[in-house]
């Protein structure tokens, strides 16, 4: 039998397209649901968009190391939740300062701006949660693992989470659970 | 309450449905981003204040530019394109301007042949060049010159890197290979011409990034190494980084030199990788004291060598070693080393039948 010794060379030759095949198909999977956290993160679809592309730079950045992970889309969720996390204390300190609120408002954005503007005024764990849980749809254990925290725990800042956000959007008290009592 | 672990089911509340509806938008914006916008683009895609910010600094700078620096001939970065490719300056050591355009039906095609400088024997002469250009051309058939880059840090680590490049391998690439350029799979295929000034000439390479088999050229000199990924960087960020060391996985394409002499030179050192019992994906790499490294190359030069066909004919359970010769400057000579294949040893240019010596010298080092 005859065999190819040049194969390593061969594989690093088409190891880059190969990868550049790997992101496309972990983009196409995770875009939409990057996209959606970002816009309810941000309310404006321009900076949306401009964090969700940050997200995938340096996923592609780092590409070689997150292919190899079990959940590239966690590393990815985290690091798009580190930006918007810049975002927010960009926008807080601007706050301080003059009375700006969150992004520019535009006729598409008036439910998702609101609630943008509400979730900035959660403490960030439970903002984390609340978004993991409502929008990218993972369980509490998932997010208890993603997070490093017991389901316990997570399970009280999703609560917490959502009474402070029920208040902030004026939703029904009754079906909310106020925010002291879980302290 | 606190609710139970169910992401959407009883314990879904108005809360959660409220975000998740407003977040449901975003499924009907048309966001366009691709991942070719981002694979294909290894520096940041700038957001829309960034790029408002980028282009008043760049306003600025070209103003600058053109009232203290454009009236100098010597500075003249924006003269690209016309024969004989040399800047208006008439020093021996100023850069090489690009082509506006390179022939789409010719492989290899550089503007001019090496001139006063040595270009037969290797790819670029063994000496650090006074410039380095890269001009990138893109297009449908990477006719057209997309931009120009000049080169300002890293001049000497071009100039190892390049220096040593093999000359083609059996069933490697052989030149740039316009065509693997046009089928390439990568998002965005691009051909680059580098120009190289010395104080008493100049010379051409041309090569290309396709994401698979590409070579370089000087015109003369053909080398089936992809260096590709390497010009690209350099031309997006005017600096040729020195390649990491090697690993067992990136081994690199071979050195000059390794189509006369088995281990030709003077290696500095040498690693061995192999496949540890129980372990069948990914190999060990270990160090060799000095005194084995002369051994090691010693007893691979004395076998007889032929012109490697880059195949051997196996008995059963070969197994395998892969020796990475490491030099002082250029790129490493990847020597494997085989049991139970023959031809047992080969470096992608010479193999030898006889690989017994070699491998009970390897074996002695792996239980030392």
Known sequence: MLLDVRGVIAEETDMRSSQAGDFERFFAAANPSLLRQAYVYTGNVDEARDLVQETFLRTWRNWERVSRLEDPDAWAR????????????????RRKYAALTIGARDQSDTDVHDIASALISLPEKERRVLVSHAVV???????????????????????????ALATELKLTPARQTKRGDQR | MIPRDDPFGGDDNEVDRL????????????????????????????SRARHRSLAAGLLVAAIIVAIFV?????????????????????????????????????????????????????LVPEATPSNAVICAYGGR???????????????????????????????????????????????????????????HGWLWVSTAYTGGCAGASNGTFQTSAIIGGVVKKAYETGRWVAPTASSCVSTGFGRLGQELTMVPGQPVSV??????????????????SPEGLLQLRDLLNREPTFTSTN???????????TLIFSYGVGPPVV??????????????????????????????????
């Open chain 2, 311 to 321: 195949g051997c004919h196996q008995s059963v359970n070969p197994v395998f070693y």
């Open chain 2, 271 to 288: 690693a061995i990788c192999y496949f540890k019992a129980g372990a069948r994906l990914h190999q060990t790499m270990v160090s060799v």
């Open chain 2, 19 to 46: 975000l998740r509806t407003a977040a449901a938008k975003a499924d009907f914006i048309d966001w366009a981003i691709s991942a070719e916008d981002i694979s294909g683009r290894p520096r940041p895609v700038l």
């Open chain 2, 141 to 199: 058939k990477l006719a057209n010159l997309a931009g120009v880059t000049s080169v300002m840090e890293g001049l000497p680590a071009l100039a190892g890197e390049l220096t040593w490049l093999p000359r083609p391998e059996v069933g490697g690439c052989s030149g740039v290979g316009l065509r693997s350029v046009l089928q390439g799979k990568d998002p965005v295929p691009a051909a680059y011409l580098i120009g190289l000034s010395y104080p």
């Open chain 1, 137 to 163: 749809g993972l369980s509490i254990s998932e997010i208890a693992a993603e997070l490093g925290a017991s389901e316990g725990t997570v399970r009280v800042w999703l609560s917490r989470a959502r009474a």
């Open chain 2, 335 to 368: 020597v494997s080393v085989a049991k139970g294949c023959v031809p047992a040893i080969n470096n992608g240019s010479l193999q030898a039948n006889d690989g017994t010596a070699a491998v009970a010298l390897i074996q002695g080092y792996l239980q030392a």
């Open chain 2, 70 to 122: 454009a009236p100098i001939p010597e500075l003249n970065l924006f003269n690209h394109g016309s024969a004989p490719y040399l800047m208006s300056r008439s020093g021996p050591a100023s850069a090489l301007s690009c082509p506006r355009s390179r022939p789409v039906s010719s492989v290899n095609w550089v503007p001019s042949d090496a001139h006063g400088v040595e270009g037969m024997g290797r």
């Open chain 1, 78 to 93: 985290k690091v798009l939740h580190n930006l918007a996390v810049g975002w927010w204390r960009q926008r807080r300190t």
